[in-house]
């Protein structure tokens, strides 16, 4: 009962939120289907609603999508100019960003492309697959390690994601490596060139962290993840002193008895 109403919040709040959208539905799918060449329908996508409204991309005759819309909605907006922190960036400057890092993650086999970025929406490929948050700890078992090594990979890149948190890292049992979606938290200078230590730091500690959430709600006896997770995790570590994060530190992170930095500038 819980749940059902839970998602009925979340749909009427993508509605409430439609209701501002600054590009309008029927101009991003004559633009969608005009670059694809052909005729598309938008699904609304409840589950991504963030810092902008998702829609699915189904070309005629498709029954699965090819593409996600992320479009800009000003009621969204205007809760976004609200953060105390002070961290709001336009949403044009946003989508760009996020464009740019997308586009740096697909050359490297590591996100979806970007097929086109307007000032007020931008369309990328669509991922199939589950986000990190949402497997089982027998499978996190697996594709931890892969994202952590996949993280290094990206900021060996130059590439820095702003917010590689778990919901973001999606995996697919068809293949071996992880893909990275929704770059979306602006901050200030580059997101492409070198990335400092403190970057490269803050982006293990926001995945390690973000698995803490799967805790949540679950009963006291219940909060930690079996042994074998943290031994997994601990290995890992152990073999990249570099990164100046500790083995201990790093399954503190994992188990909520940690909290993770801030995020560089």
């Not at 086999?109 to 948050?133: H, K, T």
């Not at 060139?193 to 970057?199: L, N």
């Not at 803490?212 to 709600?217: E, T, V």
Request: with cysteine; aromatic share 8%.
């Amino acid at each position: 009962m819980i749940e059902s109403m839970v998602k009925l919040k979340k749909r009427l709040g993508f509605f409430y939120a439609e209701l501002g959208l600054i590009a309008g539905k029927g101009r991003i799918a004559e633009t969608v289907s005009t670059r694809l060449g052909t005729p598309v329908r938008l699904r609304p996508f409840v589950k991504g609603r963030g810092w902008g409204l998702k829609y699915l991309v189904l070309p005629e005759g498709a029954s699965k999508p090819t593409h996600l819309v992320k479009a800009a909605s000003r009621i969204i907006e205007r809760r976004l100019t609200r953060d105390p922190a002070g961290n709001y960036h336009p949403y044009n400057q946003r989508f760009a960003r996020e464009a740019e890092i997308l586009g740096a993650l697909a050359a490297i086999g590591l996100g979806p492309s970007a097929l086109l970025c307007e000032d007020d929406f931008f369309v990328r490929e669509y991922v199939p697959g589950r986000c990190l948050y949402e497997i089982a700890e027998s499978e996190l078992i697996v594709w931890l390690p892969r994202a952590l090594e996949a993280l290094e990979q990206m900021c060996d890149a130059g590439i820095f994601h702003t917010d590689p948190n778990a919901e973001n890292v999606i995996v697919d049992p068809g293949s071996r490596r992880p893909v990275f979606i929704d770059s979306e938290v602006s901050v200030s200078g580059p997101a492409l060139g070198t990335v400092s230590p403190e970057r490269r730091l803050f982006c293990h500690e926001r995945l390690l962290a973000s698995l803490s959430w799967k805790l949540s709600g679950v009963s006291d006896a219940e909060k930690h993840f079996s042994e074998e997770l943290p031994a997994v995790l601990q290995e890992f570590y152990r073999s990249r002193e570099s990164l100046n994060l500790s083995p201990e530190r790093a399954a503190a992170l994992l188990q909520g008895e940690a909290v993770q930095r801030e995020r560089p500038l």
